[in-house]
């Protein structure tokens, strides 16, 4: 099993590697396009701010490589925000995978949300063994609001896509890896989806 | 709903979890690791390590025990203690931290608060008030609480935030090491005139102080140190009674 997370300008890569390598998967931190299209699985994390990662994906010819991925590809956080269509976030056009708008959370609550909300109406083997109204660490200002593709909500003043998936590509708005044990589940289960 | 989180303190010297009241009395109390993943498995929701000799000498020790706690737990923590500069803050995020605290470098040099959160957000930047209590009004103090300023700590905590503060971390100076509860007026105070969350830190004594905090206080978080080193209150009993009182809390 190769898992390959890509290289930007927004990783919160050590956290990635280091949650995986607890499940015995050794990932490859890598910008190689082939390297990228030969993995198993491929892992678009994302700690940032969303017009200054896509312009670095662009200028790295990161984005059309992205989008004609066809293993299970799993984006976190900024990373399944780029896979939408639009992030108000410096109001960037990003990957468009998803048809789906990221947008900022109203400011009659606490920006950015902070902290472990619960995770519901599952809709994907990527929750095997994992309770519905699960806690899930997020930090985040914007959302992904929801839409044919969800596969979690979380509520947060509103009800939001905490995990959206179409096709191969899944996004998870929460960190799986600093998820405590439940989120490992869920890394365990990308990693072994049955493609 | 987003939960109230828990979050205990470690006090770290020369790589060393120490433990004492008040910085007096200091005694080693293990490897800081050992101690994060036995928080961390009692379900606390995230962690603080607070290097509190914080010399140039004892980074590199901090950059490799904040690796070590990285890859041995799996929740969030927050690195504080000496930070003063952008390449400070890149060597610990890359080494797995998930947020930096500031204090005195911040006051000092506000704009390392831009600097910071226009390079990596504000999501990773915790801002740490020591505040105390005189004459009618709450003020910041510095260098651990050594050194009075003049500013009101609403004040300062308006101004971070403008600056891209992400969250703040509230400690009283008239309560810490007394047992006796958080300051919930001052974090009141801070909480509902903020758009970010508040940590509330410094009097934590019984389990029904962390209800007052988050009832009272408003706090989107509670800091601990003492009371849960020496066993006083552990995670799963607290966590069980705050959830009893209806409050928010992962279990």
């Known amino acids: 099993m190769k898992v390959a997370i890509i290289k930007y300008n927004a990783g919160n890569i050590r956290s990635v590697t280091f949650a995986l390598e607890r499940i015995g998967v050794s990932p490859v931190i890598t910008d190689d396009a082939e390297e990228i299209r030969s993995a198993d699985r491929v892992i678009f994390p994302g700690v940032g701010e969303a017009s200054s990662a896509m312009n670095y994906l662009r200028e790295q010819n990161l984005d059309s490589l992205i989008v004609d991925l066809k293993q299970p590809v799993l984006g976190i956080c900024l990373g399944m925000q780029l896979l939408c269509n639009f992030s108000e976030e410096g109001a960037v056009k990003c990957l468009g995978i998803f048809d789906q708008n990221v947008v900022r959370f109203k400011e009659t609550i606490k920006v950015p949300q902070i902290g472990w909300n619960t995770i519901f109406d599952l809709k994907s083997t990527l929750f095997n063994n994992v309770k519905d109204k699960e806690y899930m660490y997020f930090v985040h200002s914007y959302y992904v609001e929801l839409g044919v593709n969800t596969i979690a909500t979380t509520n947060y003043s509103i009800d939001y896509s905490s995990a959206i998936k179409k096709n191969n590509f899944y996004g998870m708005q929460f960190h799986p890896e600093k998820s405590s044990v439940a989120g490992q589940v869920i890394l365990e289960n990308f990693i072994n989806l049955n493609v | ?251």
């Open chain 2, 1 to 251: 709903m987003l939960a109230k989180r828990i979050i205990p303190c470690l006090d770290i010297k020369d790589g060393r979890t120490v433990k004492g009241v008040n910085f007096e009395n200091i005694k080693d109390a293990g490897d800081p690791v050992e101690l994060a993943v036995f928080y961390s498995q009692q379900g606390a929701d995230e962690l603080v390590f607070l290097d509190i000799t914080a010399t140039n000498e004892n980074r590199k020790t901090l950059t490799e025990l904040v690796l070590r706690v990285a890859k041995n737990i799996n929740i969030p923590f927050t690195v504080g203690g000496g930070i003063r500069s952008i390449e400070d803050v890149s060597v610990l995020l890359n080494s797995g931290a998930d947020k930096i605290s500031l204090n005195t470098s911040a006051f000092k040099n506000p704009q390392l608060i831009a600097d910071l959160s226009g390079r990596f957000g504000s999501q990773c930047i915790v801002l740490a008030i020591d505040t105390k209590f005189e004459n009618e009004e709450w003020y910041v103090y510095l260098n651990g609480g050594k050194v009075k300023t003049e500013t009101r700590a609403i004040d300062w905590v308006k101004q971070a935030v403008e600056l891209g503060a992400g969250e703040i971390l509230l400690t009283s100076m008239n309560h810490d090491g007394t047992k006796s509860g958080f300051a919930n007026t001052i974090t009141k105070l801070v909480s509902e005139n903020t758009s970010v969350p508040v940590i509330a830190s410094g009097g934590a004594g019984n389990m029904e102080h962390f209800r007052d905090a988050f009832v009272y206080g408003k706090a989107d978080a509670a800091l601990a140190a003492s009371v849960f080193h020496f066993k006083e209150i552990e995670i799963p009993a607290l966590k069980k009674y705050l959830r009893e009182q209806k409050i928010e809390i992962r279990i």
